[in-house]
């Protein structure tokens, strides 16, 4: 079984996949999911239809406060364990059945879990990946399936995303041992991968042959070379001069730009695309996707730069610029997300972390309380309306939020260390040292390595 695009889809499915985009496009999402399951029943391998499905499974259940059963799936369900036993089986037959649970809960860890591993049975490792990915997104606290992640793209030789996940571990858990030397093994990698470091080579030659690593591993997503690429652009160059409207150029244009990782050029054709479609809502998010990869390109540029000048006084003041502006794009980028899609409690909490990010805390409030209804984000957006009210001073407020999520954490995982060091810091500001030290001291009896709660809770006994 192969992943296959849009052009690829058989001619028969071609009819039920546009009247997916256009239902989608008029927010008649349970219409969506239904056809977007059809086409996937026949063309398993179809990516991008899987994760329009996903986005509309997403908004439909984004209010769904139910109580699910043991196994994380609503009531009536086949059941985790029986699916992972049928898919042992018969991996094709059970793909089917795996969406349809994920359809009615999309963000379960381990339906999303049995995702992955069915898809590598049947060498669609791409759709693996986006399993994972999901819940990278949306449940970024199970360390256990982003190691998972980091792991699958080592084994197709993907370091620097490999990277990029270890360092979300990290994040969530300061103090994994083996994220934090799987990021600098996955960095090293990708050094070598891009270029050739090995003790014969001289800087001269890796100088030389960065170009030629750079189409290799173009190639190893695309299956040509960046020559090939270009080649290619330009004939579709050629046939969008001819006739500049037409959308189905529009779209190639765009996705070889993307493929060449020219991320502005890649932007301002999906953006066309997306006007000439009359509305496309994949056309918007691609288009946005790029809009975002080429301001990032613009600002690792800059840190590159400033980490051979350290000193450049101009490069400082233009990656501080270019900061500030990212962050207030990424709050218009977010208001409008909002905007078309103001019941959606992801996107509230993308809008109030953007804010609060920019420093604007009281707009932030009233999108991250309404984001608190989503159970599968609500602890984080908890801890970050905790630090929002902190900001203001309000420091009893803080508190409540804090104890709330508090409330919904039972083990002692990461996330509830994490909760606990704010809330220990928010007492401490206050003043009250006893109940400071309480919340450090649930953090040292199970890991006396995080953070600085060793050095806080020791030397509160050495000045008793």
Known sequence: MAEITEKELPASMKPLWLKSLSAVQTNNLDYAVSLLQAVLKDAPGFLEGRKILRKCSIQLHSGDTKKKTIFGMSGGGMGVMKLASQAKKDPSATLPLIEKELEKDPLNDQVNDLLFDTAMKLELPETAAFALETIRRHNPENIKLLHKLAE??????????????????????????????????????????????????????????????????????????????????????????????????????????????????????????????????????????????ALEAELKALEVALTFDPDNAVLKE??????????????????????????????????????????????????????????????????????????????????????????DLHSMDNTKKEVLYEKGHIHHEMGDKVAALESFKQIYEVDYGYRDVAQRVESSYANS
Do not use: C
């Open 152 to 293: 699958h793209y080592l084994s197709r030789e993907l370091p620097t995303l490999a990277a990029e996940v270890y360092n979300d571990i990290i994040r969530q858990a300061p103090v994994d041992s083996a994220a934090i030397k799987g990021a600098k093994d996955a960095s090293a990698r990708a050094s070598m991968q891009k270029h050739r470091w090995d003790e014969n080579t001289s800087m001269r030659d890796l100088m030389r042959d960065v170009e030629a690593n750079e189409e290799l591993e173009k190639a190893s997503r695309s299956g040509l070379t960046r020559d090939q690429l270009e080649t290619r652009r330009d004939k579709i160059v050629e046939k969008y001069n001819a006739d500049p409207n037409n959308l189905g150029t529009a779209k190639e244009l765009a996705g070889i730009y993307e493929q060449l990782e020219d991320w502005a050029n890649s932007h301002t054709f999906y953006k066309w695309a997306h006007s000439l479609s009359n509305g496309d809502v994949a056309l918007a998010t691609k288009s946005a996707l790029m809009h975002d990869r």
């Open 318 to 407: 233009q990656l501080l610029e270019r900061r500030s502006l990212r962050l207030a794009e990424q709050v218009e980028e977010a208001k409008k997300r909002v905007d078309q899609n103001p019941t959606d409690p992801q996107l509230r909490f993308e809008l109030g972390n953007a804010l609060y990010k920019m420093g604007d805390h009281s707009a932030a409030i009233p999108h991250l309380q309404q984001a608190t209804r989503n159970p599968h984000i609500r602890t984080k957006v908890l801890l970050l309306l905790g630090r929002t009210f902190r900001a203001k001073g309000m420091y009893d407020l803080a508190i409540k939020q804090l104890s709330d999520a508090l409330a």
